[in-house]
């Protein structure tokens, strides 16, 4: 019992003196409370709404009215035809759309357009869209029914057949990727500190970022043999649509690779154990790529503040992107902005990487 409890006394202190590991095991399990208890919302909010209304009248303006009235919807446009609206869709701009016949006080059909990439949130914009036209008939029928009648026509784009893995696919190859990537390379960094080989390479004739790069190659590949592997399996076995270019999706998933590297290199120079850069990566990457990406939870269902924080996690770009590329057939001309931002966030990952080696070594 003594040897026992000596042994439990030395593991205790160990533990206290690896300070960045214990605020790790402090840290985690709240943070995890903290995210998912904001992150998991089954309501979906902040639906960005298109009017397309060629003949505005009393009738067709109460019905807008209706939807902003009800906090849930948000009208970013109004336009008189549907030449615009396909863009609307494509840059990611509008979540649905209400194209409205003339003379609705009369009644006649509306046309409800909903972005189905999620399924599920595409399901449920649908019924609330669906709910508040009903309302609105049955108010303006009056008691005795009137015969005015507005029958909704539902529209599902992008995944009309509303197939769950359609959305799931593209955010897996995130969370792929990040596994590869940076969760590897930070453990394997960080194992060769702890063995010191890390600090021979520091002293040699190798510049820092020449270490990061021989570091990563391999990883590189292996990422990039992982992107192939997980598209040829969405394609052939589930079925995955790619309505847009191929070789986009290769190049944005090796740029993503790349950061994802980036910041395993990161958290490896910043830690002081293997341990410690294991639970790092895992805290500070695959966490937030799970939760905060939008990959199984609606971003804009999260509270304001969060919806915030989760710009600064790259998946979520890199998942706007696939699902623009897989599922919207869009290009360049509208990722572009998703795409210079990824870029930026790899650009100041590698830097601060690259000076977290010279500090080393200094």
């Known amino acids: 019992m003594n040897a026992l409890r000596g042994f439990i006394v030395k593991e205790i202190h160990h533990i206290l003196r690896d300070r960045q590991t214990l605020m790790i095991l402090l840290l985690l399990p709240l943070a995890q409370v903290i995210l998912f208890g904001y992150a998991l919302r089954t309501d979906v909010r902040g639906i960005r709404l298109v009017m397309v209304d060629p003949a505005p009248d009393p009738a ?15 009208v970013v446009a109004a336009l008189p035809n549907t030449d615009a609206l396909p863009g609307y869709f494509q840059r990611g701009a509008a979540d649905q759309a209400l194209v409205l016949e003339p003379d609705l006080g009369d009644g006649g059909s509306v046309m409800i357009i909903t972005d189905a990439t999620d399924p599920n949130t595409g399901s449920t914009m649908q019924a609330y869209a669906t709910a508040v036209i009903r309302g609105y008939e049955h108010e303006i029928a009056g008691p005795g029914g009137g015969g005015i009648r507005i029958i909704p026509h539902a529209r599902m784009r992008f995944n009309p057949t509303l197939e769950s893995v359609n959305l799931f696919v593209p955010g897996l190859i995130a969370l792929v990727l ?30 820092p970022w020449q270490i990061i790069v021989g ?7 292996l990422g990039f043999a992982n992107v192939l592997s997980v598209l040829a399996a969405a394609w052939l076995l589930f079925g995955v649509p790619f ?35 294991m639970m790092g990566a895992l805290m500070g990457l695959m966490l ?22 989760t710009n600064i996690v790259p998946a979520k770009w890199f998942i706007l992107i696939s699902r623009g590329i897989m599922l919207k057939g869009v290009g360049l001309a509208h990722l572009w902005p998703e795409t210079l931002i990824l870029v930026g966030m790899t650009t100041l990952v590698l830097v601060a990487a690259v000076r977290s080696f010279d500090i080393r070594l200094s």
Request: charged share 15%; net charge positive; no cysteine.
């Open 243 to 277: 309505e847009g270019s191929v070789l986009l999706l290769l190049l944005e998933s090796l740029l993503f690779i790349v950061t994802s590297l980036a910041l395993g290199v990161l958290i490896a120079a910043r830690t002081s154990s293997q341990r410690t850069a």
């Open 288 to 309: 937030p790529t799970t939760i905060l990406s939008g990959m199984i939870f609606p971003i804009a269902s999260m509270p304001a503040w969060l919806q915030l924080v």
């Open 178 to 207: 990040t596994v590869v990537s940076a969760l590897m390379s930070a453990i394997s960094l960080s194992r060769e500190k702890e063995r010191g080989t890390l600090e021979v390479l520091l002293v040699s004739p190798l510049r």
């Open 60 to 74: 067709s303006l109460e019905l807008r009215s209706r939807f902003t009235a009800t906090g849930i919807f948000e």
């Open 215 to 221: 570091k990563v190659v391999p990883y590189l590949v």
